[in-house]
Each structure stands twice: as C-alpha cells, then as structure tokens.
C-alpha cells in the first residue's frame, strides 16, 4: 500500500531550468494539494485539484503549474526555477478533506 | 484572510508529563480543526479531528480540545514519553477546498 509517492526526494536545479515534481497516489482520492514548507513558515498551499481536469489556485501559485489528466497523478512543474523557489514540496491527498495523506516531500535546491 | 498560529519556540518537558501545545485562529470559527505530526525529513501524519460542536476529544494519551470563544485548540500528550518529539502541526479549512497550517510547534520530551 504505497499511499502517496513523491519523485525526486531530491533535487538540484540552476536559475531558469524548468522540472516537474511528480506526485503519485493509490487511493482513489479525488482531491489532491501541493504545499511548500519552509522554515517558520509552515506549509503553504501552492495548487489544488478537486479532481481529474479540475485545478485552482492556494495560497502561493506564482511560478507553478499544474494540470490532472487522471485520478492518480498531480504533477507540479516549476517552468524556470528561481532560488526563491528553494524549498521542501508535499503532495497531499484526500477523500473528503478532512485528513489529508502526505508525501514523504521532495527537497528542492535553486543555485 | 484566516490565520492559524502556533507557538514557535520550542517547548521541552520531562518524561512522564503533560504537554499542552496551542493553536489559535482568526476570523470564523472553522467547521473542524486538524492535528498533524510531523518527524523530521518526513510528511505530516494526521492525528485527531475536532469539530465545532465538540468541546474535546481524546484518543489514546491525546487530547485535543476547541473554544470557540477564544478561538483557540489545545492539544495535549498525557504521560509523554521521549518517542513524542516531534513538530505538531494545526490546520483549518478555509472554505472552498483549501486547509492552511500553522508553522507548528517543535516538542522535545527528555528521558
């Protein structure tokens, strides 16, 4: 039962190259969320879907897309990195929202 | 907009005792609160739920309570032990389909 599965768990990018963070889960849940954490900060909600081809904005959106073409998958991309986006990223998932399963996080470094 | 604060320093108790950690919020009362621990290196697991109609709720040596008047939750480990240490994380939902989080509170339990 792996639940929901982050790749990479790490990451080092240069200003201006562009990644994808994947998110995987196999719960059948339809929403899912991506958050950054950074420290004092907590977790800041960037995107949310509510289910296949359905997304909205979170609290910190700029610099991110997002799309969800299945159930399973919520890929975040980063179309060109800036050393503000250094930061730990959570995918979460849910059935009704109110508990949410994580991610073990992938770390993500801009030089 | 709605806020979720937590303490930020640290709080360090002996084995055995009690731990209260705080979450306050603003603006409206949310239909729920969540509780989340997290581990260093690792995505916040979910613990308890509490709901605007009820005053508290336990389980095992958790207690989480919600007053609405002071708009605030507390949680509580009974007979804490070294094992507890983690950061505690609070959430709300905020309408729609979005839940923001505290920073979190840094437990250290010493033997």
């Known amino acids: 039962n792996a639940g929901v599965t982050q790749t990479p768990k790490f990451q080092v990018l240069k200003t201006g190259q562009s990644m994808t963070l994947q998110c995987a889960q196999d719960?059948?849940?339809?929403?899912m969320s991506w958050y950054r954490q950074d420290p004092g900060m907590g977790l800041r909600l960037i995107h949310y879907s509510v289910g296949a081809g359905i997304t909205d904005q979170g609290e910190v959106p700029n610099g991110y897309n997002v799309s969800r073409s299945t159930t399973e998958d919520f890929p975040l991309r980063l179309l060109s990195a800036a050393p503000s986006q250094t930061s730990v990223y959570f995918c979460?998932?849910?059935?009704?929202?109110?508990?949410?399963?994580f991610g073990e996080g992938s770390r993500l470094t801009v030089l | 907009s709605q806020k979720i604060e937590q303490n930020s320093e640290a709080l360090n108790i002996q084995e055995g005792k009690t731990a209260t950690l705080t979450c306050n919020y603003t603006n409206y009362s949310p239909a729920y609160l969540q509780w989340y621990r997290q581990d260093p290196g690792r995505g916040p697991v979910f613990l308890l739920l509490?709901?605007?109609?009820?005053k508290e709720k336990r389980k095992e040596r958790l207690k989480v309570t919600f007053d609405t008047t002071l708009k605030q939750s507390l949680f509580h480990i009974t007979a804490s032990q070294p094992a507890d240490s983690a950061t505690y994380l609070c959430a709300r939902h905020t309408g729609g389909f979005k839940t923001i989080f505290g920073a979190g509170t840094r437990l250290f339990v010493k033997a």
């Open positions: 979460a998932s849910s059935k009704r929202l109110e508990e949410l399963f």
């Open positions: 509490i709901r605007e109609n009820e």
């Open positions: 719960m059948n849940h339809e929403y």
